[in-house]
């Protein structure tokens, strides 16, 4: 069984600096996807970015980029010129190919402090 | 637009109820997911559907049951609903090929 581990419960940065956001996953398989998802406090989830494992370039999405690490099974989130609006629940999700299911990891609140 | 839409945001109910908790997507999606989340747990699997009448447990299926009638409408049932079942539920669809799952809002549900 796959698990996904977010190791930072809690992070607070101010406007306009960068973060970076953990998650570290275990599997033995050698094809899969990962997810970052957002939570705002309104609750909906909405995609961040999505990465495919035989892909060696990291995703990027406007100021939201990843690090993806496939020996080390590493898959960080980094937000640039971090807003107001990133505030949020940020989730790293796993999933095998050819399985349509997400693994999740138990996520970490961001703050962006004005 | 992509739209999942969960029947109510908030529910109250009391214990040994049977409780329904209806979604709706407008994607002509395959999949379909129950998840409920809790704080420090992030979100648990509790079933999915990939086609009309089919459907497969998830992490923690227990004292939950699903029907999918319709393509578009998945209903997750508490057939007898406990205070352990106090709990955000979000509903999910996604296409086939391993694409991004699209959520809706969440019913926060509280059992008394």
């Known amino acids: 069984a796959q698990t996904v581990t977010q190791s930072q419960p809690e992070m607070s940065v101010q406007e306009a600096e960068t973060v970076t956001l953990s998650c570290t996953y275990d599997?033995?398989?050698?094809?899969?996807?990962l997810f970052w998802y957002k939570q705002p406090p309104s609750r909906q989830m909405i995609l961040v970015i999505r990465?495919?494992?035989?892909?060696?370039q990291n995703a990027t999405e406007n100021r939201f980029s990843v690090n993806f690490q496939k020996a080390a099974k590493s898959f960080s989130l980094k937000i640039s010129d971090s807003q107001l609006g990133d505030t949020a629940m940020y989730f790293c999700a796993f999933m095998r190919a050819g399985n349509e299911k997400l693994t999740f990891g138990t996520g970490t609140r961001l703050t962006i402090i004005p | 637009d992509v739209k999942v839409t969960q029947s109510s945001r908030y529910l109250v109910k009391r214990t040994g109820e049977k409780v329904f908790l209806e979604c709706v997507q407008d994607?002509?999606?395959?999949?379909m997911f129950w998840y409920r989340q809790d704080p420090g747990l992030g979100l648990r699997l509790i079933y999915f559907?990939?086609?009309?009448?089919?459907?497969e447990k998830g992490d923690i299926p227990e004292g939950y049951s699903v029907s999918r009638e319709k393509k578009e409408r998945f209903s997750l049932i508490l057939e007898s609903a406990s205070t352990n079942q106090t709990s955000m539920y979000l509903c999910?669809?996604?296409?086939?090929?391993?694409?991004?799952?699209?959520f809706g809002d969440g019913t926060r549900l509280s059992i008394l």
């Open positions: 994607m002509d999606h395959e999949n």
């Open positions: 990465q495919e494992a035989y892909k060696q």
């Open positions: 599997t033995s398989e050698s094809n899969y996807y």
């Open positions: 559907s990939y086609d009309v009448k089919m459907k």
């Open positions: 999910a669809s996604s296409g086939q090929g391993n694409q991004p799952q699209h």
